[in-house]
């Protein structure tokens, strides 16, 4: 009798199965845009990919989609409006910023239409410049890592001044390798540090004049014994802060938060930030402010 029920309880449940293939997920088609505005940068660069499709050929791989080469993409700030070319050397739709001049203080929106998709439209503030960055150094500290070597950090506390107080600000604060690059701004020679490999190792938030960051731990480089003074880097390396928009500070803060979550399927989904109607992606600006963080 057992086996009886057994066997009429399996062929109920058979009966209910379906194959993954018979299930269809539908899903529209829409642009994926990222810019990020910053007025001492060479360039305005505009990446534009589409979505990838849930199911199907390509669903899987973790790959961008592939990108959009016959859009419009068009930047104003209210006044003037220029459409940005797209460059077969970088697959971005990329502008010389002494064509465009981005003004800090001041509010920009970004227009993407291509045939087959939605219209996309998204707007951002580029935040005002702060004061001179200014630090306080402590001590090394050395953490055993791969073939031998110890990873080397220092301990640095930055703070800063602002002059608009009336509203919330955002910062990203972390380090990376930085190289000097000349470029041209509002018409004369200059230089700006380009950073690479960066991490960023605090998100904060402020109302106040004064922002000083607690002791934060940077990477430096590695060396071969702890203690050692002689400390291995490939490149400079640059403290910063990027002084953010909202929209800048929310994507990071979802793309770091889904990163931590990874493919744990026990974990609550974390939905990635976008600003962009009708699309997904950032529009977002920022002023960055870089110091060398010293050996």
């Known amino acids: ?38 007025p001492a ?13 849930i199911q199907g050929a390509g669903s899987g791989d973790r790959s961008p989609g592939p990108s959009v080469t016959n859009a419009n993409v068009l930047l104003s700030d209210g006044k ?7 460059d077969d050397n970088s697959d971005q739709y990329r502008l010389e910023a002494v064509k465009y001049k ?11 239409s291509a045939k087959g998709f939605p219209e996309t439209s998204a707007s951002c ?21 791969d073939n031998k070597l110890f990873k080397v950090y220092k301990k640095r506390t930055l703070s800063w001044n602002i002059t608009q107080t009336n509203a919330t600000h955002y910062y990203l604060v972390g380090s990376g390798e930085g190289k000097l690059t000349p470029v041209q701004l509002n018409g004369r020679d200059s230089a700006v540090v380009a950073l690479e490999k960066t991490q960023v190792v605090a998100f904060l938030t402020n109302t106040g004049k004064s ?52 493919d744990n399927p026990f974990a609550e989904p974390v939905p990635i930030y976008t600003n962009i109607k009708n699309g997904l992606g950032i529009f977002g600006a920022a002023v960055v402010h870089v110091k060398k963080l010293e050996k």
């Open 41 to 53: 940068s060479p360039d305005i660069r505009v990446l534009v990919k589409q979505t990838k499709p």
């Open 125 to 145: 503030t580029i935040p005002k410049p702060m004061s001179t960055l200014q630090s306080r150094d402590g001590k090394l500290t050395y953490i055993p890592d």
């Open 211 to 262: 922002i000083s960051t607690p002791q934060l731990d940077f990477l430096l480089g590695q060396a071969r014994k702890v203690n050692d003074p002689q400390i291995i880097s490939e490149a400079p390396v640059y403290t910063f802060v990027y002084h953010v928009d909202p929209n800048y500070y929310q994507f990071m803060e979802s793309v770091k938060l889904q990163r931590e979550v990874g």
């Open 1 to 38: 009798m057992k086996t009886k029920r057994l066997l009429l309880a399996l062929l109920g449940m058979s009966s209910c199965t379906q194959e993954l293939n018979d299930l269809s997920i539908e899903s529209d088609r829409k642009l994926v845009i990222e810019c990020y505005l910053n």
């Open 80 to 86: 003037q409006q220029i459409r940005i070319p797209f």
């Open 102 to 112: 981005l003004v800090a203080g001041r509010s920009y929106t970004l227009r993407v």
